[in-house]
C-alpha cells in the first residue's frame, strides 16, 4: 500500500543542525509533491514545506527559510528536511505527508512521524 | 498570510452526539479548505478535501460545508474512533492549519 517512512529524528544541541529523510513506497513518488509538517503537542499541526513533484518549486512556512531546506532525489524515491541551527521551539513530531495534487495543496497519505528534541 | 481560525478550541461530547467545529479564515479562500482528525501519537488523517468532499473510506457520518471565510465540519453519531483532535487547513497559496478542536 502506499506508504511513507521518516527517519532521523533524536536528541540535538541547540544551534546544531539535523537532517531528516523521507522514503515512499507503493506509489509513484515521482508523480507527488511532498509535505513536511511538525507537531507540538498542545501546540497544534505547523506546516513546514513543500517540494514539488520534479524538485523545481520549494516553500517553506513563516520564519523557517534560510534555516530549513527541503530536497528530493526520486531515483531514491526520498525527500529530506535539512534543519540548521535549530531553536528549542523547533522540538516537535515531524510528518512527511503525500500532497494530493487536487489542484491545492493538502496531504493525503502521511508517515508516522519522526521526533525531533533540541536540547541542551 | 491567511490565518486560519477555529472554534471551538475544544468540546465534550459522548458516543452519539453529533458535533459541529468551525473554521474561519481572514480572507477568502474559495473551496481550498481541508479537514483532518488526528488521535494521539498518530499522523492526521484526511477527512475531507475542497471544502465538502468526503475523501474515500471516510464514513458517511462526516460532512462538511463551506465557502469563501465559514466553513463547518459535522459528526454525526459520534464513535469512540471520533475522539480526538480536528484540523482545518487551507491549501491556497500556501497550506495553513487551523488551531485544532479537541473533541473529547
Known amino acids: 500500500q502506499e506508504q511513507l517512512l521518516e527517519s532521523g529524528g533524536g536528541v540535538v544541541p541547540p544551534g546544531r543542525s539535523q537532517r531528516l529523510s523521507c522514503v515512499g513506497s507503493?506509489?509513484?513518488?515521482?508523480?507527488?509533491?511532498v509535505h513536511w509538517v511538525r507537531h507540538v503537542p498542545g501546540q497544534g499541526l505547523q506546516w513546514v514545506a513543500v517540494?514539488?513533484?520534479?524538485?523545481?518549486?520549494?516553500?517553506?512556512g513563516e520564519s523557517l527559510e534560510g534555516r530549513f531546506t527541503i530536497s528530493r532525489d526520486n531515483s531514491r524515491n526520498t525527500t529530506d528536511l535539512q534543519m540548521d541551527n535549530l531553536r528549542v521551539d523547533d522540538t516537535a513530531t515531524y510528518f512527511c505527508?503525500?500532497?494530493f495534487g487536487r489542484g491545492f495543496y493538502g496531504m493525503d497519505v502521511w508517515g508516522q512521524g519522526t521526533t525531533v528534541i533540541v536540547s541542551s | 498570510d491567511i490565518q486560519m481560525t477555529q472554534s471551538p478550541s475544544s468540546l465534550s461530547a459522548a458516543v452519539g452526539d453529533s458535533v459541529v467545529i468551525t473554521c474561519r479564515a481572514s480572507?477568502?479562500?474559495?473551496?481550498?479548505l481541508n479537514w483532518y482528525h488526528q488521535k494521539s501519537g498518530q499522523p492526521p488523517r484526511l477527512l475531507i478535501h475542497?471544502?465538502?468532499s468526503l475523501e474515500r473510506g471516510v464514513p458517511s457520518r462526516f460532512s462538511a460545508s463551506g465557502s469563501g471565510t465559514e466553513f463547518t465540519l459535522t459528526v454525526a453519531n459520534l464513535q469512540p474512533s471520533d475522539f480526538g483532535t480536528y484540523y482545518c487547513?487551507?491549501?491556497?497559496?500556501?497550506?495553513?492549519f487551523g488551531g485544532g478542536t479537541r473533541v473529547e
Open positions: 505527508a503525500r500532497d
Open positions: 507503493g506509489f509513484t513518488f515521482s508523480e507527488y509533491g
Open positions: 517540494i514539488w513533484y520534479d524538485g523545481s518549486r520549494k516553500y517553506y
Open positions: 480572507q477568502t479562500i474559495r473551496k481550498y
Open positions: 475542497s471544502a465538502s
Open positions: 487547513q487551507t491549501g491556497s497559496p500556501l497550506p495553513r
